[in-house]
Protein backbone atom coordinates (compact mmCIF):
# COMPACT_ATOMS: atom_id res chain seq x y z
CA UNK A 1 0.00 0.00 0.00
CA UNK A 2 1.34 3.43 -0.69
CA UNK A 3 0.20 6.85 1.24
CA UNK A 4 0.33 9.81 -0.64
CA UNK A 5 0.15 12.76 1.92
CA UNK A 6 0.08 16.56 0.97
CA UNK A 7 -1.36 19.70 2.54
CA UNK A 8 1.77 20.71 4.70
CA UNK A 9 3.25 24.14 4.52
CA UNK A 10 3.88 27.26 6.36
CA UNK A 11 1.14 29.04 8.06
CA UNK A 12 1.23 31.82 11.76
CA UNK A 13 -0.21 31.14 14.51
CA UNK A 14 -3.63 30.68 15.21
CA UNK A 15 -3.98 29.89 11.07
CA UNK A 16 -5.18 26.70 9.65
CA UNK A 17 -4.28 23.86 7.96
CA UNK A 18 -5.88 20.73 5.64
CA UNK A 19 -3.75 17.90 4.85
CA UNK A 20 -4.62 14.65 2.74
CA UNK A 21 -4.06 11.19 2.68
CA UNK A 22 -4.58 9.33 -0.54
CA UNK A 23 -4.12 5.43 -0.41
CA UNK A 24 -3.30 2.98 -3.16
CA UNK A 25 -6.11 0.68 -2.16
CA UNK A 26 -9.65 1.34 -1.55
CA UNK A 27 -9.95 3.51 1.71
CA UNK A 28 -12.85 1.24 2.84
CA UNK A 29 -10.67 -1.64 3.20
CA UNK A 30 -8.29 -0.22 5.81
CA UNK A 31 -8.55 -0.94 8.82
CA UNK A 32 -7.29 2.92 10.29
CA UNK A 33 -5.50 5.51 9.16
CA UNK A 34 -3.98 7.84 11.45
CA UNK A 35 -1.83 10.77 11.33
CA UNK A 36 1.35 11.01 13.56
CA UNK A 37 3.79 14.18 13.36
CA UNK A 38 8.03 14.44 14.23
CA UNK A 39 9.03 17.46 15.53
CA UNK A 40 12.51 18.15 15.57
CA UNK A 41 14.87 16.43 17.93
CA UNK A 42 11.53 14.60 19.67
CA UNK A 43 10.29 10.79 18.69
CA UNK A 44 7.26 10.39 16.78
CA UNK A 45 3.85 10.82 17.88
CA UNK A 46 0.22 9.72 17.40
CA UNK A 47 -1.76 12.77 16.38
CA UNK A 48 -5.44 11.59 15.39
CA UNK A 49 -6.54 8.20 14.02
CA UNK A 50 -10.18 7.24 12.39
CA UNK A 51 -10.94 3.63 12.01
CA UNK A 52 -12.95 1.93 8.65
CA UNK A 53 -16.61 2.23 11.22
CA UNK A 54 -15.88 6.03 11.41
CA UNK A 55 -15.01 6.02 15.72
CA UNK A 56 -11.68 8.67 16.04
CA UNK A 57 -9.37 9.23 18.71
CA UNK A 58 -6.75 12.18 19.31
CA UNK A 59 -3.84 13.09 21.02
CA UNK A 60 -4.80 15.72 24.30
CA UNK A 61 -2.37 18.40 23.05
CA UNK A 62 -5.01 18.52 19.70
CA UNK A 63 -8.54 17.98 20.89
CA UNK A 64 -10.44 20.35 19.77
CA UNK A 65 -8.13 22.06 17.46
CA UNK A 66 -7.85 18.75 15.08
CA UNK A 67 -10.13 16.60 13.31
CA UNK A 68 -9.12 13.59 11.42
CA UNK A 69 -11.86 12.63 8.46
CA UNK A 70 -12.71 10.07 5.62
CA UNK A 71 -14.16 10.58 2.18
CA UNK A 72 -15.02 7.33 0.68
CA UNK A 73 -16.04 8.90 -2.57
CA UNK A 74 -12.90 10.65 -2.84
CA UNK A 75 -10.72 7.54 -1.16
CA UNK A 76 -9.01 10.55 0.80
CA UNK A 77 -8.13 10.49 4.44
CA UNK A 78 -7.71 14.42 6.02
CA UNK A 79 -6.44 16.09 8.99
CA UNK A 80 -8.30 19.54 9.37
CA UNK A 81 -6.11 21.46 11.40
CA UNK A 82 -6.84 25.12 13.11
CA UNK A 83 -5.61 27.20 15.91
CA UNK A 84 -1.91 26.27 15.02
CA UNK A 85 0.46 26.75 17.38
CA UNK A 86 4.27 26.59 16.84
CA UNK A 87 4.48 23.59 18.79
CA UNK A 88 2.75 21.51 16.05
CA UNK A 89 5.48 22.42 13.79
CA UNK A 90 6.48 18.73 12.63
CA UNK A 91 6.49 16.62 9.98
CA UNK A 92 2.85 14.74 9.59
CA UNK A 93 2.97 11.23 8.50
CA UNK A 94 -0.38 9.50 7.27
CA UNK A 95 0.00 5.85 8.47
CA UNK A 96 -2.57 2.90 7.62
CA UNK A 97 -2.89 -0.07 9.11
CA UNK A 98 -3.74 -2.67 6.35
CA UNK A 99 -4.53 -6.57 6.57
CA UNK A 100 -2.59 -6.46 9.77
CA UNK A 101 0.57 -4.69 8.07
CA UNK A 102 1.56 -1.52 8.79
CA UNK A 103 2.56 1.37 5.66
CA UNK A 104 3.89 5.06 5.70
CA UNK A 105 3.56 7.89 3.69
CA UNK A 106 6.82 10.21 2.94
CA UNK A 107 5.39 13.08 5.74
CA UNK A 108 4.71 16.83 5.17
CA UNK A 109 5.60 19.39 6.38
CA UNK A 110 4.32 21.80 8.53
CA UNK A 111 5.71 24.82 9.97
CA UNK A 112 3.87 27.19 12.28
CA UNK A 113 5.77 30.69 12.98
CA UNK A 114 4.93 32.46 15.88
Known amino acids: VQLQASGGGLVQAGGSLRLSCVPS????????MYWYRQAPGKQRELVAGITAGGSTNYADSVKDRFTISRDNAKNTVYLSMNSLKPEDTAVYYCHAYYRSLSYWGQGTLVTVSS
Open 25 to 32: VRIFSIAG
